[in-house]
């Protein structure tokens, strides 16, 4: 195994820990896998009813536990239909080492004020389990089980260090601390011997390199902490639906306008501006910028308008090309380009306002919402704008919208652009939750999907939805590539913030029976993941 290999295997371990670990000892002190370790096969119905946990959260945390090759879930996610039974390895993590995570769980209430808890000895004690291996045993313990469990364990101290190191808030060379943490997986010289000073080595260079994906796990802190009241307090909101939900994407949430308390949204706006920039600038303006070289001028759209719009970083980057690629930009003196961005979060709006006008680009800013088109169109309405002559783009909103039900089954969509009858949707695996705790079935899921492109039938298809949507993926496929992606932590974030991504083959199901077809797509990242997690689309009305 190569260095960088090396070093993004344990990554990859390491935030998936910090996605599984509240979830293990939440269900480990209340009794959960040692439920299912003594059965074959335990029905869904019955473990919500044992546990006394909300059935949508719960479903949540055994996707997880899937996603990890611990269990296997059969029948349709979100019902009480679904029986769980444990894999072999699943049997021994959840009798012999899951005892571990409630340790380093306490660690992460450091994890937020790491740059203080360092210096201040806060740490010292989880540094200390951390060096005896967290106190799991080797004896008949599969070398493979327990390195997986051990870099779970490692990760709640090494990922928000790496987070502080590499954003500036801890220094290697005079933090102690930092170093000895950052030992356990090679990546720094503790100073322990004479004359050695602490300092990063070769594979902690690389660590550094690729440490900017550790910032979403933490910035989604909040919210993991909360899993155990998520499972089995009462009825109340989770975190998050009290402003809007997000996952390093956009945030079209339609969950309300307040402060969130689920994550630190200004730093999750920023990572999904560098998500954006690094894996999907070139293959989305490949498919953006053709529709800015048509000639006569007067074909092309009057504006584009960004729902879910973030930070602004895609606007930014889209006006830029179009002004030095295109026709379109040796032509904005006599045909302006206005960029408009939508979002229902106020630290969004402030932030993409703030980047546009510093970058110098025509734009308005407004409250919208993805899963209301319609009062977008009414929105841009009152600044004179014709939402039916935009070119709409967005980026991981869709799946952040708020669940409104499926409405009409899968008929046809609108008179404007019909779309064929589909028939049923394929089977989803994702697990989804209302903001009650209640469960949605995955069907149900994709349904409310469809209707949503039928909502945005009348506004995009004169020029079309270039759409950047993350996915579900299949739990058997991340089981099967531990070490080489770390896509269980977006799904520890999506359901328990009340997301809803669905998987590649659902979401284009959903856009033919709402009316729509690919005219262009592009998948980021899959090869090199071996798997997809992100497609861009751009989608026109059928026919078209």
Same mark, same amino acid.
């Given at each position: 195994?190569?260095?960088?290999?090396?070093?993004?295997?344990?990554?990859?371990?390491?935030?998936?820990?910090? /996605?599984?670990?509240?979830?293990?000892?939440?269900?480990?002190?209340?009794?959960?896998?040692?439920?299912?370790?003594?059965?074959?096969?335990?029905?869904?119905?019955?473990?919500?009813?044992?546990?006394?946990?909300?059935?949508?959260?719960?479903?949540?945390?055994?996707?997880? #536990?899937?996603?990890?090759?611990?269990?296997?879930?059969?029948g349709e996610p979100g019902t009480d239909q679904l029986t769980i039974a444990p894999t072999a390895r699943g049997r021994i993590?959840? @009798?012999?080492?899951?005892?571990?995570?409630?340790?380093?769980?306490?660690?992460?209430?450091?994890?937020?004020?790491?740059?203080?808890?360092?210096?201040?000895?806060?740490?010292?004690?989880f540094a200390r389990l951390a060096r005896r291996e967290w106190g799991l045993p080797a004896a008949g313990i599969p070398p493979?089980?327990?390195?997986?469990?051990?870099?779970?364990?490692?990760?709640?101290?090494?990922?928000?260090?790496? +987070?502080?190191?590499?954003?500036?808030?801890?220094?290697?060379?005079?933090?102690?601390?930092?170093?000895?943490?950052?030992?356990?997986?090679?990546?720094?010289?503790?100073?322990?011997?004479?004359?050695?000073?602490?300092?990063? @080595?070769?594979?902690?260079?690389?660590?550094?390199?690729?440490?900017?994906?550790?910032?979403?796990?933490?910035?989604?802190?909040?919210?993991?902490?909360?899993?155990?009241? #998520?499972?089995?307090?009462?009825?109340?909101?989770?975190?998050?639906?009290?402003?809007?939900?997000?996952?390093?994407?956009?945030?079209?949430?339609?969950?309300?306008?307040?402060?969130?308390? *689920?994550?630190?949204?200004?730093?999750?706006?920023?990572?999904?501006?560098?998500?954006? /920039?690094?894996?999907?600038?070139?293959?989305?303006?490949?498919?953006?910028?053709?529709?800015?070289?048509?000639?006569?001028?007067?074909?092309?759209?009057?504006?584009?308008?960004?729902?879910?719009?973030?930070?602004?970083?895609?606007?930014?980057?889209?006006?830029?090309?179009?002004?030095?690629?295109?026709?379109?930009?040796?032509?904005?003196?006599?045909?302006?380009?206005?960029?408009?961005?939508?979002?229902?979060?106020?630290?969004?709006?402030?932030?993409?306002?703030?980047?546009?006008?510093?970058?110098?680009?025509? *734009?308005?800013?407004?409250?919208?919402?993805?899963?209301?088109? =319609?009062?977008?169109?009414?929105?841009?309405?009152?600044?004179?704008?014709?939402?039916?002559?935009?070119?709409?783009?967005?980026?991981?909103?869709? +799946?952040?919208?708020?669940?409104?039900?499926?409405?009409?089954?899968?008929?046809?969509?609108?008179?404007?652009?019909?779309?064929?009858?589909?028939?049923?949707?394929?089977?989803?695996?994702?697990?989804? =939750?209302?903001?009650?705790?209640?469960?949605?079935?995955?069907?149900?899921?994709?349904?409310?999907?469809?209707?949503?492109?039928?909502?945005?039938?009348?506004?995009?298809?004169? +020029?079309?939805?270039?759409?950047?949507?993350?996915?579900?993926?299949?739990? =058997?496929?991340?089981?099967?590539?531990?070490?080489?992606?770390?896509?269980?932590?977006?799904?520890?974030? *999506?359901?328990?913030?009340?997301?809803?991504?669905?998987?590649?083959?659902?979401?284009?199901?959903?856009?033919?029976?709402?009316?729509?077809?690919?005219?262009? +797509?592009?998948?980021?990242?899959?090869?090199?993941?071996? *798997?997809?997690?992100?497609?861009?689309?751009?989608?026109?009305?059928?026919?078209?």
């Open positions: 195994m190569t260095g960088a290999a090396r070093v993004w295997d344990a990554l990859c371990r390491h935030i998936d820990g910090m /996605a599984i670990g509240t979830t293990m000892a939440a269900l480990h002190e209340r009794g959960a896998l040692a439920l299912l370790a003594a059965q074959d096969r335990t029905e869904f119905a019955a473990l919500r009813a044992r546990l006394a946990a909300r059935p949508g959260f719960l479903h949540v945390a055994l996707r997880l #536990l899937a996603d990890q090759g611990w269990v296997v879930r059969q993590v959840m @009798t012999e080492l899951a005892g571990a995570y409630p340790a380093a769980v306490r660690s992460l209430a450091h994890a937020g004020r790491i740059a203080g808890a360092l210096p201040d000895g806060s740490l010292a004690p493979d089980v327990r390195r997986q469990v051990l870099g779970h364990l490692d990760g709640h101290l090494v990922a928000p260090v790496m +987070h502080a190191v590499s954003s500036g808030a801890a220094d290697i060379a005079a933090s102690p601390g930092a170093a000895e943490i950052l030992a356990r997986p090679g990546w720094a010289h503790a100073g322990e011997t004479p004359g050695e000073k602490p300092g990063l @080595t070769p594979d902690g260079e690389l660590a550094l390199s690729f440490a900017r994906q550790y910032r979403y796990p933490v910035t989604y802190l909040p919210l993991l902490r909360q899993v155990p009241e #998520l499972l089995f307090g009462g009825p109340r909101q989770p975190a998050g639906k009290d402003g809007d939900g997000g996952d390093g994407g956009g945030s079209g949430s339609g969950g309300g306008h307040g402060e969130e308390t *689920h994550l630190d949204r200004e730093l999750d706006l920023r990572f999904s501006g560098d998500v954006f /920039a690094a894996a999907c600038r070139g293959p989305f303006l490949r498919l953006a910028l053709p529709l800015f070289g048509q000639t006569p001028l007067d074909r092309q759209p009057a504006l584009v308008v960004d729902c879910g719009c973030g930070d602004g970083t895609l606007l930014e980057v889209l006006y830029r090309a179009i002004r030095e690629q295109t026709e379109r930009g040796r032509h904005l003196e006599d045909r302006p380009l206005l960029m408009a961005g939508a979002d229902p979060s106020p630290v969004a709006r402030r932030m993409a306002a703030a980047r546009l006008s510093q970058a110098g680009v025509p *734009h308005v800013i407004l409250d919208g919402d993805i899963a209301d088109p =319609a009062g977008l169109e009414r929105a841009l309405a009152a600044y004179g704008l014709d939402a039916r002559d935009a070119l709409h783009v967005c980026k991981s909103a869709i +799946h952040d919208r708020a669940y409104e039900g499926p409405g009409p089954a899968e008929g046809p969509g609108p008179a404007e652009g019909p779309g064929p009858a589909e028939g049923p949707p394929p089977p989803g695996a994702g697990a989804y =939750a209302l903001p009650d705790g209640s469960a949605i079935p995955a069907s149900s899921v994709a349904l409310d999907l469809a209707a949503l492109f039928r909502r945005w039938q009348p506004i995009a298809s004169r +020029h079309g939805w270039l759409v950047i949507e993350a996915h579900a993926v299949p739990a =058997a496929i991340l089981a099967g590539l531990i070490g080489r992606t770390h896509a269980t932590v977006l799904d520890a974030t *999506h359901g328990y913030a009340c997301q809803y991504p669905v998987e590649p083959a659902v979401f284009a199901w959903a856009a033919r029976t709402g009316g729509f077809v690919s005219r262009g +797509h592009a998948e980021p990242g899959a090869a090199t993941l071996g *798997h997809t997690i992100l497609t861009i689309d751009h989608f026109v009305p059928t026919g078209r």
